[in-house]
């Protein structure tokens, strides 16, 4: 991986987010509703896209992001998790997918087949710790559980919401600037034969982000902790992965607590209902009537979950909240 002094590239500052007549939060949360919402959300960009996604292998999302870069005044801002067999891997001839995979299977080769279309198409793109799915132009963002995976765009059961011309949407697209300039630990750089990896040097200071309703994975933890010492009422959960730290657990052992996993699920406490439900890739918290949590961070409370950089939206607006309640409700899982 190559050193070099970092270059002044920054995503656009200065463009005025569209505010439609009525601002609105639209939850999208089941299976197979995702990707229609995320495309049209990508079609109607017409000043500039910002796409952080941890995955990034869906074929015909990634040909639609290029078709944008080519036409965007303002361009594509992309920023992912590369590990090095994908790095490795794009800048090598990987045309076919062997039979043997399904249509839908994680693969190093896919990402690499995407990657390289990006990097093509002239789309800017920057690694790092980033688990967060946020999807962002001047006329609306989606902030959720949906990675631009076949998967998670037409098969898992997922949670998100489009935002437009709320404070949210603001508040999204400045944390996508910081995460850009402050977060980032190397960017890839197409050339005539093949790209190069370099390292980045962030050494500007580090402007503190502050919202009423985004929170970082250590901030979701301890606010959550907050609310749960609140009441004594139902709470829901949906996570890939359930593992809370002791304290978590004993809150949530005070009052009736489901939980819908997929994946691996620590539960020492008999007071739980546990549920193992495949497909289940939303990330989501209820506590009664009263507060919601919704976005990329798996209820997995560690050092490491809070070193990847990701977000969740808490509501305690009632209509929002029986938006969430009510999509779970009739989502099939």
Known sequence: ????????????????????????????IG???????IEELINQAEEFLFISSYII????????????????PQGVWILTDLNNEVVDAIDTQVEDIPSSREAYQPSDAKKAQCLKLLLAAGARIRGGAFH???YISETAAYLGSCNLTGGSLDFNLESGFICQGTTTHQNL???????????????????????IQRTLNNSSPDSK????????????????SWELSKGSEKVAIYSRNFSPDTEILSLLATRSTSVYADGFINNPNHRITAYLKSGVHAKVTLIGDRVAYLGGVNFQFSRRGFSLIDLMYKTCDRDEIMQIQRQLSVSSF
């Open 132 to 134: 967060l799915k946020t």
């Open 1 to 28: 991986m190559q050193k070099y002094q970092q270059e002044i590239v920054s995503p656009p500052k200065n463009i005025e987010l569209k505010t439609p007549i009525n601002p609105s939060h639209q939850f999208i």
């Open 31 to 37: 299976k197979r509703s995702s990707r229609k919402a």
């Open 173 to 195: 697209w400045q944390y996508f600037i910081r995460c850009w300039e402050h977060k980032t630990k190397y960017d890839i750089v197409p050339l005539p034969s093949g790209f």
């Open 57 to 72: 292998e869906d074929r015909s999302i990634t040909e639609l992001i290029c078709q944008k870069a080519a036409i965007l």
């Open 209 to 224: 982000f502050s919202s009423q309703t985004l929170l970082t994975p250590k901030q979701y933890r301890e606010d959550l």
